[in-house]
């Protein structure tokens, strides 16, 4: 996530900077940091905060497997079935995608912003 993006997602959840910083147990300094482009936005606060956008969305579409079309036994070995957490498959690293397991959240979130399940819950708003 680059200094715009996460400067788009704190909008986009309608939060000032000093909101964001409690909201995500950081110093309102690191926020600022972030959306000046001094430092790289961290993988954990990435994902905090795209989980919180995609709750107060609350856009529950089809989940993954039915869009992407799994086939059954990639589904059964894949943790968004187990957790029967389709629709925010791009939070849980480890997941099935394009046929093989997505292990870190950087290669993962890269494969995530060209999906059509990522995209449907935030289109442009987190990329």
Known sequence: ????????????????????ANLLGIS?????SFEQGWRPVP?????????LMAM????IGRPCWAIRE?????????PAWEFNAGHICWFI???????????????KIGICRTCE???SMF????S
């Open 117 to 119: 399940v990522f995209n």
């Open 123 to 126: 289109g442009n708003q987190a």
């Open 1 to 20: 996530m680059n200094a715009q993006e996460f400067s788009n997602a704190r909008r986009s959840l309608g939060k000032s900077q000093s909101e964001t």
């Open 43 to 51: 993988v954990h606060v990435e994902r905090q905060l795209l989980f």
């Open 56 to 59: 107060k969305r609350g856009k």
């Open 70 to 78: 799994c086939p059954q036994e990639l589904r059964e070995a894949c």
């Open 93 to 107: 690293t480890g997941t099935i995608c394009q046929g093989a397991v997505q292990g870190t959240w950087k290669s």
């Open 28 to 32: 309102l300094r690191a926020v600022q």
